[in-house]
């Protein structure tokens, strides 16, 4: 994989490495083990020009390419994966709906602060009664002079306490269905809107998940992204480009357990011998291993698609559920190859096998994934 990034990957990925070992890695298992949310993580994102790594130079961002955010993003989830989901649900989805539909006034308002970390930005499709059927929305939007005035729920919100700045999609003319819902930027403060945080998560415990209730919430009409009515279209677009990101992550949380796994096979020993001299383990390793680049390399083709302006629903898709599965059977294999120790809260294993799970859930699932890249196909091939 080294000979295939170019030399300022390589020196992104050698920067964010040393930093992620250094800041991220000692703080992992005390943020899991307390859930608070972590400012100090963010605050060194922000300082290592991180929060804003994809948000173009003219808005105080470092102007990176989906490939070089891919190679961040896996450093970041390799050392802490809760601190990888706030971080890219920032830049992959927040920032990602603003400067590619928000206009000249919006991009200038928002994205400088975006870029510093000093805005956290979120994104609210999913609702209590429709997650995988996003399309099924009860929230409503309904225009009032030069306001919206926004009625609904939202849940599950990766960043919703934090958030200066929440996309959230409602209809606007819901008997059009799809082709009714309006993209909204709600700001944090607006009145009306009430956010809950949700606690008790499996995994990626210290990121923070609320849902927001909308009651005559009040936001300016010039907020909405894009035209009334294209909302569900950007929320697709930018999830498409999105799950680019969470198969990084989901590679970062993998590389993590193969990495414990090869260190503890080589300083355990069985019937006389290091774990790492039996056949099966190195078999164990080797798939492992192998699984992995092969996800790292669907990432990487569906990165530089996306770089090249060309269409990546199928192809961000294959990458999103191999690199989810590929990271469940390496954190799977490496808690077995760690055997009792393995199940313990202090085995970092043992937080990768939890960390890892919603990466299969989130952003689609591993179902909606085939059925995108099944239609894709049919579509590709039809008679
Ligand atoms: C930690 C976390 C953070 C999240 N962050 C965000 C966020 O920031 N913003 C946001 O909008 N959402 C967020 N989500 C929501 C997430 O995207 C949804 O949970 C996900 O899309 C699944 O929706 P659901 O939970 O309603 O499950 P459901 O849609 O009810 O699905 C339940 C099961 O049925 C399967 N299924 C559904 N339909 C089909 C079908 N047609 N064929 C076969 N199987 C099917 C699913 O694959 C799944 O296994 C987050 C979720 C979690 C857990």
């Not at 790292?296 to 990546?312: F, V, Y």
């Amino acid at each position: 994989m080294d000979a295939l990034l170019t030399e300022e990957e390589r020196m992104l990925r050698a920067s964010v490495r040393e930093f992620a070992n250094r800041e991220l890695a000692p703080r992992a298992a005390g943020y899991d083990a307390s859930e608070a949310f972590p400012w100090d993580n963010v605050a060194a994102l922000s300082a290592l020009g991180l929060m804003g790594l994809t948000i173009g130079e003219e808005y105080g961002g470092a102007g990176a390419s989906c490939a070089q955010l891919a190679v961040a993003i896996e450093e970041v989830a390799r050392a802490c994966a809760a601190t990888s989901v706030i971080h890219l649900t920032h830049l992959s989805l927040g920032a990602e709906c603003v400067a590619r539909y928000g206009d000249d006034v919006q991009r200038s308002r928002w994205l400088p602060p975006m870029a510093a970390g000093e805005t956290l930005g979120a994104f609210a499709l999913t609702e209590p009664s429709s997650g995988s059927d996003a399309g099924d929305m009860q929230t409503r939007a309904v225009r009032d002079g030069d306001h919206y005035v926004l009625d609904g729920a939202k849940t599950f919100i990766t960043n919703g306490p934090e958030a200066g700045l929440t996309v959230v999609f409602a209809a606007t003319d819901p008997a059009a269905g799809r082709r009714g819902v309006s993209a909204i930027v709600v700001e944090k403060g607006a009145p009306g809107l009430a956010i809950t945080p949700q606690k008790g998560k499996m995994g990626i415990r210290a990121s923070s998940t609320a849902e927001l209730a909308f009651d005559a919430c009040r936001v300016p009409a010039a907020n909405r992204l894009g035209e009334e009515g294209a909302g569900f279209r950007i929320a697709l677009s930018v999830i498409d480009s999105s799950r680019i990101s969470i198969a990084a992550q989901a590679v970062g949380i993998g590389q993590a357990a193969l990495d414990a796994a090869t260190a503890h096979v080589q300083q355990r020993s069985t019937f006389g011998e290091p774990l790492a001299e039996r056949q099966a383990v190195q078999f164990m390793l080797a798939d492992m291993a192998t699984r992995l680049d092969a996800a790292r390399l669907l990432t990487r083709r569906a990165a530089q698609l996306k770089d090249a302006g060309r269409p990546i629903n199928k192809e961000a898709a294959m990458a999103k559920v191999y690199a989810s599965e590929a990271a469940h059977f390496a954190c799977d294999r490496a808690l077995q190859l760690h055997g009792g120790y393995g199940y313990f809260r202090d085995s970092p294993v043992e937080r990768l096998y939890r960390d890892q799970r919603v990466t299969e859930i989130y952003e689609g699932t591993s179902e909606v994934q085939r059925i995108v890249i099944a239609r894709a196909l049919l579509r590709e091939n039809a008679p």
